[in-house]
Nanobody, 115 residues
């Protein structure tokens, strides 16, 4: 069965950092584009970052450029999101997403940025 399991979320103070992980199984992870989305209360889900399979090229939402880094380890079937200088407005559930022929979503992990 296909699984995307996020971890690493939690409570962090403004300006702090978190590293999210997404462990994948049940599909050919190395072939898939991997993305991170987030959804804040009352708002639509938005794309945060993406990383391609073969060349590892990345893209980011303008709001996170320079602060967030997406990476992947195909040997571990895991994609990461390093988040630095976090802001309160970035409080959201963060979701891992895989896409190629099929589309898969993780269950999400809560990130709360608050004093």
């Amino acid at each position: 069965q296909v699984q995307l399991v996020e971890s690493g979320g939690g409570l962090v103070q403004p300006g702090g950092s978190l590293r999210l992980s997404c462990a994948a199984s049940g599909f050919t992870f190395s072939r898939y584009v991997m993305k991170w989305y987030r959804q804040a209360p009352g708002k639509e889900r938005e794309l945060v970052a993406g990383i391609r399979s073969a060349d590892g090229s990345t893209n980011y939402a303008d709001s996170v450029k320079g602060r967030f880094t997406i990476s992947r380890d195909n040997a571990k079937n895991t994609v990461y999101l390093q988040m630095n200088s976090l802001k309160p407005e970035e409080t959201a559930v963060y979701y891992c997403y895989a896409v190629l022929w099929n589309q898969y979503w993780g269950q999400g992990t809560q990130v709360t940025v608050s004093s």
